[in-house]
């Protein structure tokens, strides 16, 4: 779309990598791209693409590999606990080409909490991050994640990775904040799409989706415009909704962000 | 991991491809992953991948041919609709480069809905499929989706994408269905992570994950196992819990899958 293109030259990008698993196999319900997405959002930095990967090195390091040429930031999910199938700091070491080193102030803090010398060894693990990185701060107080160039590397536990990308509010380069403007309708799609059409050509600076819904047994569809310039966004809001009640409905639940 | 690789030969993959904007900016939480994997397991199909895409078409035909190369099936979620940001479908025709055209049994169901001139032109937008291509059935009585060798193409709505789905049930080769067995315990990871590695090393055949959670303000860790063998899997089960009750806790929510 022209306007994705024409936003390329300011916008701030980020993949998501999620990794685990149990997301493939379906037992877990993944929450963490949603809240990553929205999060990074706010601060100006746009999701373009997610991956969803299993616990395989194979996988992992290429994909790794891909995202950070591609995006200005990564952020995986998931993998850098002590266990076995933690395997998440190795790839990334493996990706940049570098070793796994045991950083002092992750080790430290790792110690001050006592325990047998089996799972103190095994909690050593996580101190492990590739040489060159950085320390991505933990506010719950377990062991902090880490970043290495534009890599940044969070828990898989949602508590713990929100508190993890919280403390990176005002550590990331933020690009302009996408706005948007919203209207529902029960309208088939089908009952607006030539006027929706007609409105996307004329405001080539919005995107403007439409996204069908089945609620209440009758089927509507949400009308989404994301852009830049708010005075443009409420223009096109204005149109969607002729264009709502010119198909002989009543536009529902304006929002803008 | 071994395992994986053990079962290269007989397993029946699959990569789902979430394409959509609003699951990118946060606006949407997709759970159609989630459902898919979770009924293609069921039927010895295992989901290895997922990534979910906007609704760009430079992004979306690349992932398609890298996808339909490396998995035995791909299912694309969303962008099947009759507005102009729809465009699954000419990606897909795009992707295997054969036109679309239309389909004389979709236009036969689209035109049985009488509407205006207008309304029907972007209605039959969805009566057009890849040259070469078969119906997905739509047990919810619209328009159905489609397939084009091994590239299941289905409604992004959840409701319309589970009849879709289910509409395959019988139509799609089958591979050995994964087991699973799973057990928790309030312990750290670290607690037992020694425990599971040895556990792991004897049981090449299986796979053996660990999930942390934080409930009830409490950490605690899922240990999940997955293979083909049920014996083997209980027989890993009884090592698992025997390496809880080792570390002083008690398993709890045994479940067999």
Not at 7 to 26: D, F, K, Q, R
Not at 173 to 183: T, Y
Not at 229 to 253: C, F, H, N, Y
């Amino acid at each position: 779309m022209d306007f994705e293109l024409s936003m390329e030259s300011t916008a701030v990008t980020a993949c998501v990598l999620v990794i685990g698993n149990e997301i493939l196999s379906g037992r877990t319900q993944d929450t963490n791209l949603n809240h990553i997405a929205l999060t990074l959002g706010t601060w100006g930095i746009q999701v373009r693409e997610a991956r969803v990967i299993p616990d395989l090195e194979d996988v992992i390091v290429p994909a790794i590999n891909a995202a950070r040429e591609a995006f200005d930031y990564v952020f995986t999910t998931g993998g850098i606990g002590p266990t076995h199938d933690d395997i998440t700091a190795d790839c990334v070491a493996k990706a940049f080409g570098v070793p796994l080193v045991v950083n002092p102030e992750i080790a430290a803090l790792i110690r001050r909490r006592p325990a047998s010398e089996d799972i103190m060894a095994a909690r050593m693990r996580m101190a492990r991050i590739p040489e060159g990185g950085g320390l991505v701060d933990n506010l719950t107080g377990g062991p902090p994640g880490f970043y290495i160039d534009n890599v940044y590397v969070l828990a898989g536990i949602p508590s713990v990775m929100q508190a993890m990308l919280l403390g990176l509010e005002n550590k990331l380069r933020r690009g302009p904040v996408v706005k948007s403007r919203s209207v529902t309708a029960f309208l088939g799609e089908s009952q607006i799409a030539n006027a929706l059409a007609d409105i996307q050509a004329r405001f080539t600076d919005v995107d403007l989706g439409s996204y069908p819904f089945f609620k209440k047994d009758r089927y509507g569809t949400s009308l989404v415009m994301r852009g830049m310039d708010a005075s443009r966004l409420d223009e096109m809001l204005e149109a969607v909704k002729a264009a709502i009640v010119e198909a002989g409905e009543t536009p529902q639940d304006v929002q803008r962000d």
